[in-house]
């Protein structure tokens, strides 16, 4: 296994869906026999448990990256482990159970990198407004930033269940769109690149909200690094 590719895909992980999964398929296409699947970690926090407080509070912090996130991250790697078993045994239903599983825990995965790392404590690179590039992409599609702040939020608010809201960015025609995604893998078309995601499993929010998600939701705005979503469309533009 090639270390500083593995590495990279680490940290890149937040980026690009699934690329640790696409990752392994291609260095296994140059060994004779299939390389052991990519031992997927889980990234610490890039600020302290209570820097989002009171918007976030600290024991919903702690129980989500260090539970939640850390499960995802151990259980894709024991599906991706799973799944190669299943396919050297041909046992296909098997293989279509291990699939499903490394779909939703790769989606969780990739979800809460890319989670943490576009927010950041509020005055400190958290809250305010996009500006640049980034505001005037939003501007352009959708009419103003308080048009697309309402339409994302209504997108976060009427997740069905479990899931969250993105604003992705797709190549094909360059342009912004707000979707729902259900669980972490379901809605999501191909050709996209999630730039900025909110989490409303109430994992995310019921400690400190309990049923309202709409408080969550308007509490969330004040830490959205807008910094780092203006380079999550920079490298997803390239
Ligand atoms: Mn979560």
Excluded: C
């Excluded at 993105?166 to 769109?177: F, I, Q």
């Excluded at 730039?195 to 998600?213: F, G, I, M, S």
Aim: net charge negative.
């Amino acid at each position: 296994m090639d270390t500083s590719r593995r590495d990279f895909l680490m940290t890149a992980g937040g980026i690009a869906i699934a690329g640790g999964v696409l990752g392994s398929t291609l260095s296994a296409q140059a060994a004779d026999a299939p390389a052991a699947a990519v031992e997927h970690k889980l990234p610490e926090l890039p600020y302290a448990y209570d820097a989002l407080e009171p918007y976030i509070d600290a024991q919903t912090m702690t129980l989500h990256h260090d539970k939640h996130h850390a499960g995802y991250v151990k259980n894709l790697n024991a599906a991706e482990a799973a799944l190669e078993k299943a396919r050297a045994a041909n046992d296909f239903a098997l293989v279509q159970h291990w699939s499903k599983q490394v779909a939703f825990n790769g989606a969780g995965v990739s979800l809460h990198n890319l989670f943490w790392t576009i927010m950041a404590p509020n005055g400190k690179g958290g809250g305010g407004q996009p500006a640049g590039k980034l505001l005037e992409k939003i501007t352009q599609d959708f009419g103003s930033f308080d048009a697309f702040k309402a339409q994302f939020s209504a997108a976060a608010a009427s997740v069905e269940a479990a899931g969250w809201a993105a604003l992705h960015y797709r190549k094909e025609d360059g342009r912004l769109l707000v979707l729902q995604i259900e669980n972490h893998q379901k809605l999501t078309p191909w050709g996209v690149t999630p730039l900025l995601v909110l989490d409303v499993w109430e994992h995310a929010y019921y400690l400190k909200y309990q049923n309202k998600r709409p408080d969550y939701i308007t509490a969330w705005w004040n830490v959205v690094n807008w910094e780092q979503v203006q380079a999550n469309l920079e490298a997803a533009a390239k």
